[in-house]
T-cell receptor, first 117, second 111 residues
């Protein structure tokens, strides 16, 4: 158990709909990362938040957005869903990316499996 | 962008030592090399990180030559439970938008 929790575990929805995925980082971790993993594209970095502020963006679609709240939990919002958005969505957290310049160890949650029909 | 190249898959037998090599020709001065392990339907798990030469922990060893253009993850005496995907990542903590997991190496350990 990494200490990172994600809800829901599974989500089934229809095309065009909007969903929200939730992530609670490990206690004390300030950075949250979101990843998408689909069968044909491996693990793709979407976005990083640090202490409530967006820190880095990866291959995140405009239909997707995220935020990190004052209690440090994060939500990933996916809208106008398409069949191709079906994937495993992982959240990870780390203590403080700024400390050493090295890559902070990221602790991954169990993921949310999204199926768009 | 310091992309990485790894073999798509590898086979091994229980009790053998496994070496997985990763190429990162465009590695930058500030970049570190990190390896993660992922089991099916689970999130990746940190294995080891290094900057140069050799790093060893209770799970694996990481060998990095002087030019740092490649690295080798060494798993001693693998067991069936080591069957997983292994990712090599290169980057630094300040430029996370360059983070690239790649497709990883699927290690299949046979009895």
């Amino acid at each position: 158990d990494s200490g990172v929790t994600q809800t829901p575990k599974h989500l089934i929805t229809a095309t065009g709909q909007r969903v929200t995925l939730r992530c609670s980082p490990r206690s004390g971790d300030l950075s949250v990362y979101w990843y998408q993993q689909s069968l044909d594209q491996g693990l793709q970095f979407l976005i990083q938040y640090y202490n409530g502020e967006e820190r880095a963006k990866g291959n995140i679609l405009e239909r997707f957005s995220a935020q990190q709240f004052p209690d440090l939990h994060s939500e990933l919002n996916l809208s106008s869903l398409e069949l191709g958005d079906s994937a495993l969505y992982f959240c990870a957290s780390s203590v403080d990316y700024r400390r050493t310049g090295s890559l902070e160890t990221q602790y991954f949650g169990p993921g949310t499996r999204l199926l768009v029909l | 962008l310091a992309k990485t190249t790894q073999p798509i898959s590898m086979d091994s037998y229980e009790g053998q030592e496994v070496n997985i090599t990763c190429s990162h020709n465009n590695i930058a001065t500030n970049d570190y090399i990190t390896w993660y392990q992922q089991f099916p339907s689970q999130g990746p798990r940190f294995i080891i990180q290094g900057y140069k030469t050799k790093v060893t922990n209770e799970v694996a060893s990481l060998f990095i030559p002087a030019d740092r253009k490649s690295s080798t993850l060494s798993l001693p005496r693998v067991s069936l439970s080591d069957t997983a995907v292994y990712y090599c990542l290169v980057g630094d903590g300040y430029n996370f938008n360059k983070f690239y997991f790649g497709s990883g190496t699927k290690l299949n350990v046979k009895p």
